[in-house]
């Protein structure tokens, strides 16, 4: 694995630039800059692990990076992270990015700068190469959520393809053969995973017969509502389940079968992802796929503290935690059914 | 009103001495920190506005810290502080401070010795003199959402009377005359402005006959679910209309009238406050006071950024942005009534 003599080597530097220049405090020429981020990047270097390993000491600051603050899932994630750190005597420092690479890089920039001691990455679109760099020389650092695929550090993530299987399974177990997965693209795992999960689980029990379309955007309330408008103007060719894989998505669902006079779960079957809105009380009480995402928040901070970077360069391994079916009411066999 | 020599002078050290102290760039033995923290408090001193005032130049960190970042309220406030933030080329750093005094002093410390550019500050506590002292000298300062009595800068609420008169009014139009208050305390201003308004409201319909009870208590799903079971065990004696002041409060509400098989509105009409959460697609949808919730983020990070300190020590106005009755299903005339 490249070390810092490495990199200054090939950047044609010294070894106190590189290691100044990554700690932010030293400003280079341009030139100079990218020449050694160009060593970084293709000597996959990736700092020294006892040197930028969080001490534990009083006054540390660990940055926590989420995409969008306003969604019930990430607000209580960051709530259990500030839980957990407040009992481990940390501070905490969050930013949202509103989901922009741009903003993500401007803020990774700063905790680079030496502004945290380190840092919990969330971000909810497919992150590319660049931003995997930043995330490889920022310190300290566990991806929580989604994938970064490039990023060399801890991963966090509930385990979407169970959750989607559940679903599967329990639609195709009430009777229905026909379906609609409302959710993300495949660059995503979280998409991927809970895809081919709900696929698997669905064929378990309907084989090779049910079908299964598939509504792909980000996870908002108007990606919801798009999707949801465009189901209910196929009239009789309608799905008679659908699968909305967050909150937000399965609120801008509600509101449109709710204003088109759609009953649940008479006329339609849904099963949310997520769980973290008060579900329970929505009319009619909504089956979900829920995610731990308190223990995932307790759990980020852990392997932050805990980890130690691998000097031989493997990749460290992928944590999964155990979603959990909840049935409520809004799944019915399909009309028409016995 | 004193100035930077004032304090020097009773504290025995010199302006400089002071001056560094208060940006954080001098360690000064604990007897010194504490003559010149006590001459800051007796002098009633607030750092000079030109030497703290906001640069707005591109690097700049805004601070914003609240009590519980779970609470859809506060994280959709957040989220629209971080929107506004991006449109003007700010970094926003976040805090959750669990509604905890020392927390809370702990990030203003943080602040004060320089990390941050500004402060949005959010307590959901009665803000004591000791606190308020941590933000007359953090440097530019936005007090939001609850009072923080002895903080010297400007305030910005929702008009918590105005919502308050409008569930009383419109509870009372409706044929109640026995209600119940589930909300804060007197010592905070949103209970006891909402508390204030909602009597105000009730006597301009009913006059002096209606009767109000009130549950006081923190606003969370727990104290919801408590005001809640109190008022379920009393039978035939309970009120006949509730006014939730929050949507935790609601959320535990209605939770615990669905377990008792009470129907809303038919057995009991309910009002929210808030209208964060999904309540239109609550069983039945709910009628809510909606605060101005991204209005607020938007206007706290203007109040900020446009305030320029009074040299003449006269306490900043506080304003007030106004809220909006949403009426859904929740709310029918008391049964027994024509």
Chains 1, 2 share one sequence.
Do not use: W
């Amino acid at each position: 694995m490249a070390n810092l003599q490495d990199v200054a080597q090939r950047a044609n530097v010294s070894k106190t630039t590189v290691s100044r220049y990554l700690n932010g405090s030293l400003e280079l020429p341009k030139r100079t800059a990218e020449a050694i981020d160009a060593a970084i990047r293709e000597l996959a270097y990736v700092p020294n692990a006892h040197a930028r390993r969080l001490s534990l000491g009083r006054s540390e600051t660990i940055a926590l990076m989420v995409p969008d603050i306003a969604t019930p899932f990430f607000s209580t994630f960051v709530a259990a992270v500030e839980a957990e750190a407040d009992r481990r005597n940390l501070s905490l420092s969050l930013h949202a990015t509103l989901n922009r690479r741009e903003r993500e890089i401007s803020y990774l920039d700063h905790i680079r700068q030496g502004r945290a001691d380190g840092l919990i990455f969330i971000t909810n679109h497919f992150g590319d190469a660049a931003l995997a760099e930043k995330i490889n020389t920022a310190g300290p650092c566990v991806v929580v959520d989604e994938d970064v695929p490039a990023a060399r550090v801890p991963k966090l993530f509930c385990d979407n393809e169970a959750g989607g299987h559940a679903a599967g399974r329990h639609l195709a177990e009430s009777g229905h053969r026909h379906f609609l997965f409302i959710g993300g693209v495949d660059e995503m795992i979280s998409g991927a995973r809970r895809y081919a999960g709900f696929l698997r689980g669905i064929r378990e029990v309907a084989g090779a017969g049910a079908r299964v379309e598939r509504a792909a955007g980000p996870y908002t309330i108007a990606a919801g509502r798009i999707a949801a408008r465009d189901f209910v103007a196929r009239g009789a060719e309608r799905p008679t389940a659908i699968f909305a894989t967050s909150d937000e998505l399965l609120i801008g669902l509600c509101e449109v079968l709710h204003e088109s006079g759609l009953n649940v779960p008479r006329d339609v079957s849904v099963v949310g992802f997520d769980d973290v809105g008060p579900l329970h009380l929505f009319a009619p009480a909504v089956t979900a796929v829920r995610q731990p995402v308190r223990e995932l928040g307790k759990r980020a901070l852990e392997l932050l503290l805990g980890h130690k970077p691998d000097e031989h360069g493997t990749l460290p391994p992928e944590e999964l935690l155990p979603v959990t079916l909840i049935e409520r009411n809004s799944v019915a066999p399909p009309t028409g059914s016995a």
